[in-house]
Antibody
Framework: EVQLVESGGGLIQPGGSLTLSCAASGFSVSNNCMTWVRQAPGKGLEWISVIYSGGLINYADSVKGRFSISRDDSKNTLYLQMNSLRAEDTAVYYC??????????????WGQGALVTVSS | DIQMTQSPSSLSASVGDRVTITCRASQGISSALAWYRQKPGKAPELLIYDASNLQSGVPSRFSGSGSGTDFTLTISSVQPEDFATYYCQQAHSFPITFGQGTRLDIK
């Protein structure tokens, strides 16, 4: 059974750093396209970043230069390193896996979400 | 960036009603469109991909159509579990973008 479990969320002051983890089971993160999507409280969904099986990476402009996506194939875990956090980064962060192993942009598996609150 | 605009933003329906939600892309995206259902406090669920392909395990009352810039999601007979928020999403080009959401409420 495919499962994604996020951890690492919490309350952080503006300008601070936080790393989210997404532990995967039932498949290999190294063979799949993995994406982070976030949702601010009461708002819609926002695509943040993707890492392809081959290692290619892309970011939304809103986080480029501040956030970094990575994976540890030995731990079968996806990460999102978040630096220089702002109040507008407050959101539930979801890790997702694509429907197809190559790449598709169709997010079929989602974690339960990790809440990040940026506030002083 | 490709803007995705859903209409309506909210609608009310009764169990058994037929419901249609529209999504318009700011430029042509071929059939690179998905629909998701999100229940309160839960992660979104993929319903439709490639504009009209029903994801495995999704009830057949859901259907999608369209290509280019105009797309629709239809629920043929709304069930109690369908009262939720629906999002469209384009996968044609980066950045991936979502519609603002359509909230389906009980009438």
């Amino acid at each position: 059974e495919v499962q994604l479990v996020e951890s690492g969320g919490g309350l952080i002051q503006p300008g601070g750093s936080l790393t989210l983890s997404c532990a995967a089971s039932g498949f290999s993160v190294s063979n799949n396209c993995m994406t982070w999507v976030r949702q601010a409280p009461g708002k819609g969904l926002e695509w943040i970043s993707v890492i392809y099986s081959g290692g290619l990476i892309n970011y939304a402009d809103s986080v480029k230069g501040r956030f970094s996506i990575s994976r540890d194939d030995s731990k079968n875990t996806l990460y999102l390193q978040m630096n220089s956090l702002r109040a507008e980064d407050t959101a539930v962060y979801y890790c997702t896996r694509d429907l197809f192993t190559g790449s598709s942009g169709w997010y079929v598996y989602w974690g339960q979400g990790a809440l990040v609150t940026v506030s002083s | 960036d490709i803007q995705m605009t859903q209409s309506p933003s909210s609608l009310s329906a009764s169990v058994g009603d037929r419901v249609t939600i529209t999504c318009r892309a700011s430029q042509g995206i071929s059939s690179a469109l998905a629909w998701y259902r999100q229940k309160p406090g839960k992660a979104p669920e993929l319903l439709i991909y490639d504009a009209s392909n029903l994801q495995s395990g999704v009830p057949s009352r859901f259907s999608g159509s369209g290509s280019g810039t105009d797309f629709t999601l239809t629920i043929s007979s709304v069930q109690p579990e369908d009262f939720a928020t629906y999002y469209c999403q384009q996968a044609h080009s980066f950045p991936i973008t979502f519609g603002q959401g359509t909230r389906l409420d009980i009438k």
